[in-house]
């Protein structure tokens, strides 16, 4: 007489076994100082982060999917001053222990474990802004705080003034034009 494993009780087929869990895309990117990582997951439930100096660790939920890992460090990081936020994706700032270059994000080579073009920089690229690790408009990687009416939203950065040194419908100009945008028309080299 066999028995199908199929004859299990309803919570017993709910949780998966630890080894059926499944890894999310991890992106990450690097300053000199610093690491910036990504877990590539939205609207994650059941959320558990264990950061620790040499480890980082993560388990969650999305939808029926169970996503686990667990890595060491390629250095130690000062978890003291790293940051994270669960805004839209689950994203760490690690500060470095000691400034350099990782060869990796984690000790051993892991395939899940992506480089994250968008933010890497080279040693070529310093000069340029590209991929700059903005702290400032994240605002939300303290632990604890979760967000709310505070977010940053495009619409609420500062314009710049028109033309300060010349105030409008002065002599020497005047605006003219009906489309979107006015256009500077210079009045005294008008024929």
């Given at each position: 007489l066999f028995r199908s494993r199929s004859h299990r009780s309803p919570k017993a087929t709910s949780e998966l076994p630890a080894n059926m869990s499944l890894k999310p895309d991890v992106l990450w990117a690097q300053r000199?100082?610093?690491?910036?990582v990504t877990i590539d997951l939205k609207e994650v439930q059941d959320m558990k982060v264990t950061l620790e100096s040499d480890k980082l660790s993560f388990f969650g939920k999305v939808g029926g999917s169970v996503y686990e890992f667990s890595f060491e460090f390629?250095?130690?990081?000062?978890?003291?001053?790293?940051?994270?936020?669960?805004?839209?994706?689950?994203?760490?700032?690690?500060?470095?222990?000691?400034?350099?270059?990782?060869?990796?994000?984690?000790?051993?080579?892991?395939?899940y474990v992506k480089v994250d073009?968008?933010?890497?920089?080279?040693?070529?690229?310093?000069?340029?802004?590209k991929g700059a690790f903005n702290l400032d408009g994240m605002g939300d990687m303290n632990f604890g705080d979760m967000g709310g009416?505070?977010?940053?939203?495009?619409?609420?950065?500062?314009?710049?003034?028109?033309?300060?040194?010349?105030?409008?419908?002065?002599?020497?100009?005047?605006?003219?034009?009906?489309?979107?945008?006015?256009?500077?028309?210079?009045?005294?080299?008008?024929?």
């Open positions: 000199p100082d610093s690491v910036y390629f250095a130690p990081i000062v978890k003291e001053d790293s940051k994270w936020s669960t805004k839209r994706l689950i994203e760490f700032y690690l500060k470095k222990e000691t400034e350099g270059v990782w060869n990796r994000l984690a000790k051993d080579k892991l395939p073009w968008k933010r890497w920089q080279d040693s070529d690229d310093e000069g340029e802004d009416a505070d977010e940053f939203d495009s619409d609420d950065e500062e314009l710049p003034d028109l033309d300060p040194g010349e105030p409008l419908g002065s002599a020497s100009t005047a605006l003219s034009g009906g489309g979107d945008a006015p256009t500077k028309v210079e009045t005294d080299t008008l024929d």
